[in-house]
Structures are given as C-alpha cells and as structure tokens.
C-alpha cells in the first residue's frame, strides 16, 4: 500500500507567480489534511477536507490560499501571486473513512522557495 | 484540544531506552495521547497513540498514567537512525474540525554513539 504522495517534491516561484501543490492520499483514505511548517518552526494546521468538501479552513490565510478535493484526483493546494513568506514545507496528510481516532499519515512534504 | 509540554532536548546512547515524557494535566476523558517524530525535514511519522492503557508496536511502546495526565514514549533500544524531533499531541476522538493536530515544539532527541 504506497503511503501518501506529494508533488512536486520541491518547487520554486517568482514572487506573483501561482503555486499548485498535489496531494494523493493513501489508498482507501478519504480525509485530506494540509499543514505548513515555515522555516525553523513547528508544523501549523491549515486545512481539512472531506471528498469534494472543506470540512475546516480555520488554518489558512484569508486570502490567496485555497484548497480542494476533488471527487477523482488529488487535492490540491493553490497559492496565488506567491510572496516572500510564503515559502516553505507544505505537508499533506490521509486518514481513513473515520473511526474516532483516525490516525493522520503524512507524505514527504514539498518545499516551495519563493524567489 | 489540552495543551501538552515537553522537555525541548534529550540525550540517549546508542542501545539504550530513551524514554520521552510528556505532560498534559488538561487531557479530557475523550482526548487521545499521540506521538509522531520528525526526522530532519521529512514529513512526520506516525509512531503510537492510546487513549488510557499501555501500548506497544514495533516502533515503541507508550505508558499512561493513570490519571491520564502525563505519559512517557519508550523507544526500547535507540539507534542513530532515532534521532529526531518527537511531537506529543493530544487529539480529541471526535471528527470534524476537532481532527486537526496541534504540533508543540517537541522534544530534540538525539542518539549518541
């Protein structure tokens, strides 16, 4: 069972450019989780999605951020007119249909420069 | 979710057990104990979690006490490749927006020869 996927595996933008992060979770999960860990810092929630759902937004930035889950297909993670600060580790993570305990696989991250 | 504090750095020789404690005096009766590691910069590892007994797998084994307001990772025999930063988080069971996890700071462990 191949674990959670994260492409690209690093990327680098211009300031103002778009930054598109894909995520496919583990076979079989249909939860989505999306985390940020800035330069020298801990790992901060963004957002959680269910398929085709956003279930919890309260992590991300109130602009230029946004994040889906399509019914076929990754989720994605959209940064518009990237800035400075935005660069970072960007960490998916997957866990199955629920239990009360769904345990939260994380991918290998990508890591966006912005120039 | 109740907050967790861990010592920010540890020592531990190679073969030896380290063992990780984490305190989280505010744990509620629904709330889950989970460790994951950071290895460098890679994504996190999931590595236990438990709500009152004990646990053991193949990575580690994890003791809560029985007031549930502290508990110790055990890693039984470190080795370099242990070296890493171990994040205590408590997690409420429930779904929904209490799913998200909180990542502290951590304990620094590092694994000598």
């Known amino acids: 069972n191949a674990g959670v996927m994260q492409n690209p595996r690093h990327l680098v933008r211009r300031r103002g450019q778009e930054a598109r992060l894909r995520c496919s979770p583990m076979?079989?999960?249909?939860?989505v989780y999306w985390y940020r860990q800035l330069p020298e810092e801990g790992l901060k929630f963004m957002v959680y999605l269910q398929k085709e759902n956003i279930i919890d937004e309260s992590g991300m930035p109130k602009e230029r951020f946004s994040a889906e889950f399509p019914k076929e297909g990754p989720s994605i993670l959209r940064i518009q007119q990237v800035v400075r600060g935005d660069s970072a580790a960007y960490f998916c993570?997957?866990?199955?249909?629920?239990?009360?305990?769904?345990?939260?696989?994380f991918g290998p991250g990508t890591r966006l420069t912005v120039l | 979710d109740a907050k967790t504090t861990q010592p920010p750095s540890m020592d531990c020789a190679e073969g030896r057990a380290a063992n990780l404690p984490c305190n989280h005096s505010t744990i509620s009766g629904n709330e889950y104990v989970y460790w994951y590691r950071q290895i460098h910069s890679q994504g996190p590892q999931y590595i236990i979690h438990?709500?009152?007994n004990n646990e053991t797998n193949e990575m580690a084994s994890l003791i809560i006490t029985e007031d549930r307001k502290s508990s110790t990772l055990i890693l039984p025999h470190a080795t370099l490749r242990d070296t890493a930063v171990y994040y205590c988080i408590v997690r409420s069971g429930n779904t929904g927006t209490a799913s998200k996890l909180t990542f502290g700071t951590g304990t620094r462990l590092q694994v000598t020869l």
């Open positions: 076979k079989g999960h249909s939860h």
């Open positions: 993570a997957s866990s199955p249909i629920s239990s009360s305990a769904d345990t939260q696989y």
């Open positions: 438990g709500l009152k």
